[in-house]
């Protein structure tokens, strides 16, 4: 039987992700020169819109997400094109139109992954196993990094308009945003799940240090995120290969 379309769910996220993409821009649209920052700001507001459509909703979403996310991307592109901010002067005419959707196709990705995380949270699925080995569970580790990373940069944005770009204090967002995640998956997970908020944790500081290190760094070429994966790739998900 087909999961009927919820309407409620659906304005919901469309509501709370056009108040956080605009508030992001606000944010962040004036201390930078390049829109580069702002956009991954923008970014982890659809994250956390598909989030809210995943924790809201009864069973899984799927359409929802992707319909608030598309109105999203078109209400915010025509209020972020009249609010004049210092990031986009570089962006003009057609450059500056076709940028806005490539971030809105980007941002209909996240929601997708926002949402994942938002029904991975729920328990939506969680499945009852009889097995009594331990494993590695790749989804919690996946929810875990996506909340964590998405509340570093939500954050970060904030204490930027405080501070400035100072990197000192934009270690608090990195701090909170990995309770964050060993707090999500401890919380929500069934069992004992420590191994996985180690590695999430892991995934959370580097992704978010390098995304503090290519925004704010015009000279960074190498990104630690790949070689982090890498070595996951290699050890984490084919163990098999070094029996």
């Known amino acids: 039987m087909n999961k009927a379309f ?6 919901v996220s469309t509501i709370v992700g056009v108040i956080l993409v605009l ?12 829109p580069v920052f702002p956009f991954l700001a923008i970014l982890s507001a659809y994250l956390i819109s598909g989030m809210v459509a995943g924790l809201v909703s009864k069973g899984e979403t799927i359409a929802e997400p992707g319909v608030s996310s598309i109105l ?6 025509f209020v972020i094109k009249s609010m004049g901010l210092h990031c986009f ?3 003009s ?4 139109n076709v940028n806005m959707i490539l971030l809105t196709l980007n941002g209909i990705i996240l929601t997708f992954a926002g949402a994942w995380a938002g029904e991975k949270l729920q328990g939506t699925f969680e499945k009852k196993s009889k097995s009594t080995e331990e494993f590695i569970e790749w989804g919690w580790i996946m929810a875990g990094t996506i909340f964590g990373v998405t509340v570093s940069i939500f954050l970060s944005n904030i204490i930027i308009k405080i501070f400035g770009l100072n990197l000192s204090p934009l270690f608090i967002s990195l701090a909170l945003g990995l309770f964050v995640t ?5 919380l929500r997970s069934p069992g004992v799940t420590i191994k996985e908020a180690g590695i999430a944790g892991l995934l959370t500081a580097v992704i978010n240090l390098d995304i503090f290190k290519f925004t704010l760094d015009p000279e960074t070429t190498t990104l630690t995120t790949l070689t982090i994966f890498g ?6 998900c084919c163990p098999s290969l070094e029996e």
Do not use: H, Q
């Open 6 to 11: 919820d309407i409620k769910v659906a304005s």
């Open 23 to 34: 508030l992001m821009s606000w944010l962040t649209g004036s201390n930078f020169a390049t």
């Open 72 to 77: 999203t991307g078109i209400i915010t592109f």
């Open 89 to 91: 002067d570089k962006l």
């Open 93 to 96: 005419g057609e450059v500056f």
């Open 182 to 186: 060993g707090w999500i998956i401890g």
């Open 231 to 236: 070595v996951l790739a290699r050890y984490g």
